[in-house]
């Protein structure tokens, strides 16, 4: 199902979004950390038991970048989605093989462009969320967003 673009004029503060899910499993662990972040408590199933994680665990970025799919799939801005940088992020759980994850998105703030009246910067909380509804990933990006064109 495609979601309607979103426009400016669309959100509000305090709106809210929830994605789809994204099931993770070992494999996808283990073939985005060789290619990306090579690290054992990310790589081998058994040698991660012996780390800080005390088993595999997914990259932070992994999971970052699995939050980004999730992202343009719920917020479908009418320009895409246009990072103009990130305030916050963290992870406050390790992310694991069988978890189940989506994103809940809101609304915190909105700041009209002084120069430029056809967009503003929308601050949104987003939390990457497993089965049990714990955070494995937080954080609040801004966003560009554009009013609906004149017709």
């Known amino acids: 199902m495609v979601k309607p673009l979103l426009y400016l004029d669309d959100i509000h503060v305090g709106q809210k ?9 070992e494999a996808q662990i283990v073939a985005y950390a060789r290619e990306f972040d090579p690290q054992v408590f990310h790589t081998d199933a058994e040698l991660a038991k012996n ?19 999730l992202v343009v ?5 009418s ?12 992870w ?9 994850l989506h994103l809940e998105s809101e609304i915190l703030e909105i700041i009209p462009s002084r120069s430029k009246p056809d967009r503003a910067i929308v601050r949104i909380r987003c939390e ?3 089965q049990r509804g714990e955070v494995v990933q937080s954080f609040i990006p801004r966003l560009l967003a554009f009013k609906r064109p004149a017709s």
């Open 17 to 25: 979004f929830v994605s789809a899910e994204h099931a993770l499993d």
């Open 51 to 69: 780390t800080f994680f005390e088993g595999l665990a997914a990259s932070g970025w992994h999971t970052a970048s699995i939050t980004m799919k």
């Open 73 to 77: 799939q719920s917020l479908p801005m």
């Open 79 to 90: 320009a895409g989605v246009i990072g103009a940088g990130v305030e916050e992020l963290s």
């Open 92 to 100: 406050p759980r390790p992310t694991r093989p069988g978890d189940v």
């Open 128 to 130: 990457t969320r497993n």
